[in-house]
């Protein structure tokens, strides 16, 4: 199955923030009922350290991060999310 992204997850972000106790949480709350179901979840995340890319973090077991060789902003950017 896929579940698709849409422009509306901008608003996601704020809803988050303001009616939930725990917003870096929320995905791995949703997901938990569907560990047993798939082998592999793949959640693409839009290359910032926002909230919605802190729940993927919060809600993943592995995580690949894609970097540009040779590029030392790429470098910067990944020594942020360590």
């Known amino acids: 199955g896929l579940i698709y992204g849409s422009l ?9 923030k303001d009616d939930t106790p725990r917003p ?5 709350q949703k997901l938990a009922p569907l560990m ?12 910032s350290l926002k909230l919605l890319t802190s729940n993927a973090l919060a ?5 690949i991060i894609p970097i540009e060789s040779g590029s030392q902003y790429g470098m910067y950017g990944m020594t942020d999310l360590l």
Do not use: N, W
Not at 24 to 28: D, G, K, Q, V
Not at 59 to 63: G, I, K
């Open 36 to 47: 047993g179901l798939y082998d592999v979840i793949l959640i693409d995340c839009p290359p």
């Open 59 to 63: 809600a993943s077991t592995h995580v």
């Open 8 to 16: 509306q997850l901008g608003k996601a972000e704020d809803e988050l």
């Open 24 to 28: 870096s949480e929320e995905l791995r």
